[in-house]
């Protein structure tokens, strides 16, 4: 009998690994909306380079890039339907799902990306990877695009110049807050719109990071942009909880270990390409750089920083200040 065990252990041993051989590997979907040349494209592409190499035959990862999969409006949906796996959206997309991290958008909070960095990895910006939890949404890295610039067709120096302008901005009720407060108009569009919309004059301006002006070629249908920094554009890299848990435990070790490493290349590359893509539009000569004076910056300050108390129960004034804190 010993004999005849050991003979089933062989031919189920055999079985098992032919099984293994034939099996599909289990395919998962990263979707994003901007071009692969960028910090996000280039940490979802490093993620399943990662992925495959660590869990070979077991899983692929598809990357959507452009919104061809899933766009603003539906990514964070079609996640909790388990119809893509990962998304990244900036922060400034997640109000319905929590108010929380409404903080990243606060008008003149962070003075540099190396302050949002350090709150980001602080006890509390930490524990906003947890807001939405109870929503099914889990969060799992912060990842860097950079600093927002005004762009429009007339020179921005003063917020007297935005006033009844229209700005596309994302889906943000602060960034929304921020725009009434100069007496602009803020209009919430997905981003695969903004060329078209800024291109046939429908809107006179948006905001956003050097990257995704100069990837969207954004540059060349806006005469001037403004160096103002006003604000920051990240990311939260988000899978669904029924996906998470789902997944066995040592495979969502080395998941959560590529991410990690994925995430470390795109903020390199966050930093290195937020210069080199400025550079790049100025050299393209299409639109010109408008450089606010101190005294022209405070002015923008002064009109904006108001928005920060209408949101201040929302946010939390503790959060408030640990993000101040950041800065020094
Ligand atoms: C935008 O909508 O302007 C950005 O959030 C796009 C992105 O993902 O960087």
């Not at 098992?16 to 909306?33: C, D, G, Q, R, Y």
């Not at 994302?170 to 903004?194: H, L």
Request: glycine content about 4%; charged content about 25%.
């Amino acid at each position: 009998t010993l004999k005849s065990i050991a003979k089933f252990a062989t031919a189920a041993s055999i079985l098992t690994v032919s099984l293994n051989v034939f099996a599909e590997p289990i395919e998962i979907k990263f979707s994003h909306v901007v071009a692969e040349n960028t910090p996000k494209g280039q940490m979802a592409l490093k993620f399943k380079e990662l992925i495959e190499q660590r869990l070979p035959g077991e899983y692929v990862v598809n990357v959507f890039p452009n919104s061809q999969l899933f766009g603003d409006n539906n990514e964070l949906a079609a996640l909790l339907l388990n119809d893509v796996q990962f998304v990244a959206p900036s922060l400034s997309k997640f109000e319905r799902y929590t108010k929380k991290l409404q903080i990243f958008d606060l008008p003149f909070l962070f003075e540099d990306m190396d302050a949002v960095d350090r709150f980001q990895q602080s006890e509390s910006g930490q524990k906003l990877l947890n807001a939405m939890n109870r929503k099914g949404v889990v969060g799992l890295g912060y990842l860097h695009n950079g600093m927002k610039q005004f762009s429009a067709n007339d020179p921005l120096n003063v917020p007297k110049d935005a006033n009844g302008k229209k700005f596309r901005i994302m889906a943000s009720d602060v960034i929304a807050a921020q725009f009434d407060a100069v007496g602009a108009i803020p209009v919430k569009k997905p981003f695969s719109e903004v060329f078209t919309l800024l291109q046939t004059r429908a809107i006179d301006g948006q905001e956003n990071t050097w990257s995704n002006t100069y990837s969207m070629k954004f540059y060349e249908v806006q005469s001037h942009i403004t160096e103002s920094n006003h604000g920051v554009l990240d990311y939260m890299v988000v899978t669904s909880n029924t996906f998470w848990k789902g997944l066995p435990a040592d495979k969502r070790a080395v998941f959560k270990s590529s991410l990690d490493e994925a995430i470390a290349l795109g903020n390199k590359i966050a930093a290195e390409k937020g210069n080199e893509d400025k550079q790049a539009i100025l050299d393209s000569n299409r639109s010109k750089l408008v450089t606010l004076t101190p005294e022209a910056r405070q002015q923008w300050v002064n009109a904006m920083k108001p928005v920060w108390a209408k949101f201040e129960d929302q946010i939390g004034k503790d959060m408030i200040d640990a993000a101040q804190a950041a800065n020094t």
